[in-house]
């Protein structure tokens, strides 16, 4: 019969010292050197993988270092042959299954250390009369350090029993040696129990705003309240922002930028407007030295998507391409780094933030500082949602391109001003509405990426000497511009169904009828 590892559990305050002597009475042991090992547990920013029940783990024993990985926890984590480091992307590994699981559920995003439990190890060989290895035991206590500066904490002890092929009755021996002791068999639940030890919690990062508002506050309070946990998510994003591996990254935060401007100029005569002046100029700086890198960024990520309709010639000249990617990304990337190191970077957001944080009223008040801020959202709403549904009524296939493009940034106002409010309705409705409008955002949204990276390629075009590149980039744009066409098409179809007389009646019903009954 072929035994498996036994892993028992010894109660934390047990000492190993009795334990271990009183083993010693009853075997032939041989003690090994100590050991310290590690366990480096590793996720995305957003817990993607342990909220996703994946666990991927770095064990550093001495000078080997072992990939292990399991897509479910309730599984045993394998040994990922070939890999000798984690990666920092999926996109970084070779195409392979575990390529693909890991893709399946981290996407672009960046895996980086986030546990790191220290094992102290005691081994030692059981040996029978002729000094041959019969059994091998670890005694491990494993440890978790929040911190450089903080204690170390305990987190378990446990002992490991190990079969030798060939001698399974020395095993069983082993084994009725600890059963008096009563001692549990062991889960592998270390990441759980480091991340209870450390006040870590896996779902804390959000971008949605998750606020209450009181339907009857003051607006100048709700928007600050809106405005600073904006201000919260920018910040959470800066350092991945600026280490500029991770692309989510920099898509969070400057989706926070968007919204704040957003907020500052659509939800008006609320703060003082030379407060709303200043602060806009600097955001749409901002978003500016953002702009760049992440049409960069989406355009690399889609490349190949685009080039796998290319034959292999063709694909193989377009590395001068990327090349010209990978720099100009670079260089958008350097000069955003620079300003938000900046010491004037830092001091205005450190205003920004004061000014939200000050609970004084603006005097005198504007027309909207004090209005309640469900009349305001009500408002603020159904103004932009007839400015879209006209706007998108006067779209016929005759209209330039920047008539859609002018729905489309018409549509994000109206999506962030539901967003901003969504607290103040009934929450089925105003899920319902938004995912109603994100079926036209999301044509819209395709619809221009499209286009700018036609733009992106143009550009190119005009400084690079290679024919063969110069000739895929052109078959590129032809393929860019047949997806144009057929993106195009579906609009007239989203649109019915984002003006469709259920939907204006369910927006009518929400933002104006409401209201009137309040009144």
């Known amino acids: 019969m072929t035994h498996k590892q036994l892993d028992l559990v010894i ?13 010693q009475n009853n075997f032939y042991v041989k003690l090994q050197p100590e050991t310290v090992n590690y366990r480096v547990f590793y996720d995305t920013f957003d817990w993607l993988l342990y909220n996703n029940g994946a666990d991927l783990e770095l064990h550093e024993e001495g000078q080997s270092r072992r990939i292990y990985w399991r897509s479910d926890r309730n599984a045993r984590p394998r040994i990922v042959l070939g890999v ?66 903080r204690a170390g904490t305990v ?46 919690s896996t779902t804390d990062y959000s971008t949605k705003l ?31 922002c600026i280490r500029g591996r991770d692309t989510e990254f920099m898509h969070d935060y400057r989706v926070s930028i968007r919204k704040t401007r957003s907020a500052l100029t659509q939800i008006d005569k609320v703060f003082p407007q030379g407060t709303v002046t200043v602060f806009n100029k600097f955001f749409s700086s901002l978003g500016k030295l953002t702009n760049p890198v992440r ?70 008040p504007l027309e909207n500082t004090n209005k309640a801020v469900y009349m305001l959202a009500d408002e603020l709403i159904w103004e932009m949602y007839q400015l879209a549904l006209s706007e998108g009524n006067a779209i016929t296939d005759d209209s330039e391109a920047e008539a859609l493009h002018e729905l489309r940034k018409t549509c994000k106002k109206l999506r962030y001003l539901m967003e901003f409010f969504q607290s103040l309705y009934p929450a089925r409705e105003i899920r319902e509405l938004i995912q109603a409008l994100k079926g036209l955002q999301d044509n819209l949204g395709d619809y221009n990426d499209l286009d700018v990276h036609k733009k992106i390629l143009k550009k190119y075009i005009k400084q690079e000497s ?38 204006q009646a369910e927006f009518k019903a929400l933002f104006v009828d409401s209201r009137s009954k309040q009144e």
């Open 11 to 23: 109660p934390v305050d047990q000492g190993f010292a009795e334990l271990l002597a009183s083993f």
């Open 84 to 149: 000798n480091d984690v990666p920092h992307l999926a996109s970084d590994l070779p195409e392979s299954g575990f390529r693909q699981q890991l893709k399946k559920i981290i996407s672009v995003r960046e895996l980086v250390p986030r546990i790191k439990v220290k094992i102290k190890r005691q081994p030692m060989a059981v040996l029978d009369k002729h000094d041959k290895i019969v059994v091998r035991i670890n005694f491990d206590e494993h440890w978790y350090f929040p911190s450089k500066i």
């Open 155 to 200: 987190l378990g002890k446990r002992i490991a029993i190990k079969p030798v092929k060939g001698y399974a009755e020395e095993f069983n021996r082993v084994v009725e040696f600890f059963q008096p002791l009563e001692l549990r068999e062991a889960q592998d639940n270390m990441l759980k129990l480091a991340l209870a030890e450390s006040g870590i």
């Open 210 to 240: 998750n606020l209450f508002l009181d339907p009857d506050e003051p607006a100048e309070q709700a928007l600050k309240e809106i405005l600073h946990r904006l201000l919260d998510i920018m910040q959470q994003n800066v350092a991945g």
């Open 295 to 364: 049409d960069l960024d989406v355009f690399q990520l889609k490349l190949e998507d685009y080039a796998g309709d290319l034959d292999k010639n063709a694909r193989r000249s377009l590395q001068p391409l990327r090349e010209y990617l990978e720099q100009s990304r670079a260089h958008a990337q350097k000069r955003f780094v620079e300003t938000v190191k900046s010491t004037e970077y830092r001091d205005k957001i450190k205003e920004w933030r004061e000014y939200l944080e000050d609970r004084k009223p603006t005097t005198p």
């Open 466 to 503: 290679d024919p063969d590149t110069g000739e895929a980039c052109r078959q590129i744009i032809d393929i860019l511009g047949q997806r144009n066409v057929k993106t195009r098409n579906r609009f007239a179809e989203r649109f019915a169904a984002f003006a469709s007389e259920e939907n």
